[in-house]
């Protein structure tokens, strides 16, 4: 991915910040092996560190090489562009490794500890049980449920009441229609956040599907920007970027408002 481009996309729909993982296909075929996982782990911090107060990142580690995702969690945890753990593949969906093993545990602790939640990829039922599976065994730990507006909206939404440490990314396969009644009926959406799942589906795609649900507009303003801000500090703590508004927000207000009077409109990233 040219990482300019992407920027020059972030400022024409004011996306302020963006937080990346690592891709799936590097943690199927590399994050296995500490080699890989360290190889990974530098290619995010060198795109941030290009970019800072613009791109941050969330460590990866697998639970195989355990040792290895200790030490990059005790020794990158405070790292300015570092705001997570994760993506992690719970087993079930693609080849990932299962998340309640003991192992899963001691890096959720660790995670907690450094205050550093997980970001855990949620994909059917099975991967659901077991982020449960860690949430109690790692109570201090954060856990945002990734993809959970897509075909697992209504049991994501069913941990959300039941588990104040976690979280919902909005991102979905598709954002098919169904998901929409039981996201707008949950009144307490400070625990949402915007996804899009870019590269794997299209910048425009997610930020359409997203101004398409017509959420209230303090919603927008929550999900888009303040909730992430009040998850990840250090969002706010760099003093690189001087925006502080909910710009994508406000773009996604200024995009809905020009369709409506049928002008096209610049909300989106250039291509
Ligand atoms: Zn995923």
Redesign the pocket.
């Known amino acids: 991915m040219d990482l300019d481009a992407f920027i020059d996309a972030m400022d024409a729909c004011g996306v302020r910040a963006v937080c990346i993982c690592a891709g799936?296909g590097l943690i199927l075929e590399e994050a296995s092996r500490a080699d890989g996982v360290r190889r990974a782990n530098a290619v995010l911090a060198e795109a941030c560190a290009r970019h800072p107060g613009r791109w941050f990142a969330y460590l990866l580690v697998h639970p195989t090489v355990v040792d290895e995702a200790l030490r990059l969690i005790a020794t990158h945890a405070g790292d300015p562009h570092v705001i997570g753990v994760g993506?992690l593949?719970p087993t079930g969906h693609f080849r990932g490794h299962a998340c309640d093993l003991p192992a899963m545990r001691e890096i959720a602790m660790l995670a907690g500890d450094h205050g550093l939640p997980l970001n855990i990829?949620t994909?059917d039922a099975a991967s659901l049980g077991q982020v449960e599976w860690l949430i109690r065994a790692a109570p201090r730990t954060t856990v945002i449920l990734?993809?959970a507006a897509g075909a697992m909206v209504a049991q994501g939404l069913k941990l959300l009441m039941a588990h104040e440490r976690i979280w919902m990314d909005l991102s979905a396969h598709g954002w098919k229609p169904g998901i929409r009644k039981p996201l707008l009926a949950y009144t307490d959406k400070r625990r949402f956040l915007f996804g899009s799942?870019v590269p794997i589906f299209h910048r425009r795609s997610a930020v359409e599907a997203f101004a398409g649900m017509r959420f209230a507009p303090e919603d927008y303003a929550r999900i888009a920007s303040l909730n992430a801000e009040t998850l990840f500090p250090k969002l706010t703590s760099s003093r690189s970027h001087p925006w502080t508004t909910p710009s994508l927000a406000r773009s996604i207000r200024t995009s809905t408002s020009s369709r409506r009077r049928g002008r096209p409109h610049t909300a989106h990233p250039r291509r």
Do not use: F, R, V, W
Request: proline content about 0%.
């Open positions: 799936a993506e593949l990829h994909g990734a993809h799942d």
